[in-house]
Nanobody, 122 residues
Framework: QVQLVESGGGLVQVGGSLRLSCAAS????????MGWFRQAPGKERELVAS????????YYSDSAKGRFTISRDNAKATVYLQMNSLKPEDTAVYYC???????????????WGQGTQVTVSS
């Protein structure tokens, strides 16, 4: 089992940047494919980006392409989501997720973090 703790959310103006971090504990971090989901009020939770166990493969949703970057540091047991050029529609609770499967596209996580709020103000 792995425990996931997100940090780095907050309030930012349109066009600004934030970097989310997700620290994992409990098992060997490199054994998990990782991803970031988000859920806006009244909307379903959606996959934003995901990364394979080694970090060699990544996936981005259409809304994230060109603006967000997912990365991982297996030595620090941490996955990151760098978010640039933020828009009001990026406002959501962002969740870190993990799977034991080696994936590029994380569709069915085995573990979830508690979430961190990102609010983009205009």
């Amino acid at each position: 089992q792995v425990q996931l703790v997100e940090s780095g959310g907050g309030l930012v103006q349109v066009g600004g940047s934030l970097r989310l971090s997700c620290a994992a504990s409990g098992r060997t971090f490199s054994a998990y494919g990782m991803g970031w989901f988000r859920q806006a009020p009244g909307k379903e939770r959606e996959l934003v980006a995901s990364i394979s166990k080694s970090g060699a493969s990544t996936y981005y949703s259409d809304s994230a392409k060109g603006r967000f970057t997912i990365s991982r540091d297996n030595a620090k047991a941490t996955v990151y989501l760098q978010m640039n050029s933020l828009k009001p529609e990026d406002t959501a609770v962002y969740y870190c997720a993990a799977t034991r499967r080696d994936i590029t596209v994380l569709t069915t996580p085995d573990y979830w973090g508690q979430g961190t709020q990102v609010t983009v103000s205009s």
